[in-house]
């Protein structure tokens, strides 16, 4: 059975920091690309990294330089580790993994990140 599970989330202040686990079972979690999703109350849920099975990385323009994505295959997990948060960071945040267009794509439930101001 496939899984994607994400953990992490939780209630911080301003300018500090969270690492958001998203962990895999039922497949071949090292051939899959893996990306993080973020949804904010009333807004469309946006791109915010992606790491390949490759180890490179993407990131939305608007969060270089504060989250940084990484993989550990041999835990099949990826993180997201956040920086200097910010209020309008808060979301949920979801993981999502493929193979890549045309392929399955498979989504977590998502963990709730809240950044107080």
């Known amino acids: 059975q496939v899984q994607l599970v994400e953990s992490g989330g939780a209630l911080v202040q301003a300018g500090g920091s969270l690492r958001l686990s998203c962990g895999a079972s039922g497949f071949t979690f090292s051939t899959y690309a893996v990306s993080w999703y973020r949804q904010a109350p009333g807004k469309e849920r946006e791109l915010v990294a992606t790491?390949?099975?490759?180890?490179?990385?993407n990131y939305a323009d608007s969060l270089k330089g504060r989250f940084t994505i990484s993989r550990d295959n041999a835990k099949n997990t990826v993180y997201l580790e956040m920086n200097s948060l910010k209020p309008d960071d808060t979301a949920v945040y979801y993981c999502?993994?493929?193979?890549?267009?045309?392929?399955?794509?498979?989504w977590g439930q998502g963990t709730q990140v809240t950044v107080s101001s």
């Open positions: 790491i390949r099975s490759s180890g490179s990385t």
């Open positions: 999502k993994a493929t193979l890549g267009p045309g392929w399955d794509v498979y």
